[in-house]
């Protein structure tokens, strides 16, 4: 048993063949963001590739218990995080990836539950785009003006 038969088991997942060889393609790399359709695609190269019905099934099954963290985006689709602890992400809008924003650049926000509730989760995505050319300085121009 190894310790992905171990991380299912241990938060009651039956550990099928299925499910530990999408395990092994969603936790041997580090933390990552997908979708449903990237893992659909790379599971393709497996010897009995799931169908993408069956990869849905198993992320939001991981969801439920704890193993991933759902990203909903509200013009795209649903996203997945090995990273379960609370942090804020980049969406990059011409490439459509997730990426993390650096503690240190995440915004922390104090916001206040409705009386008779409490906050649970405060999801933070800030949409970025590569690639555009630097603005000319305004500067630039009056030290132009200047000489
Ligand atoms: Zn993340």
Not at 19 to 46: K, N, Q, V
Request: net charge negative; glycine share 6%.
């Amino acid at each position: 048993m190894g310790p992905l038969w171990v991380k299912l088991a241990s938060v009651g997942i039956r550990p099928t063949r299925q499910r530990l060889e999408l395990a092994e393609i969603l936790f041997s790399a580090g933390d990552r963001h997908f979708t449903a359709e990237m893992i659909h695609g790379e599971a393709r190269a497996l010897r009995y590739p799931p169908s993408l019905g069956t990869v849905y099934n198993t992320l939001n099954q991981f969801v439920q218990n704890g193993l991933l963290r759902e990203i909903a985006l509200y013009d795209s689709k649903v996203w997945y995080d090995t990273n379960i602890g609370p942090h804020c992400h980049y969406y990059w809008e011409d490439t459509e990836e997730l990426s993390d924003i650096p503690e240190e650049h995440a915004p922390t926000l104090n916001v206040p539950a409705p009386p008779g509730a409490k906050v649970t989760a405060i999801d933070v995505i800030v949409r970025v785009r590569a690639g555009v050319a630097p603005r000319e300085c305004p500067m630039a121009r009056f030290e132009l003006f200047l000489k």
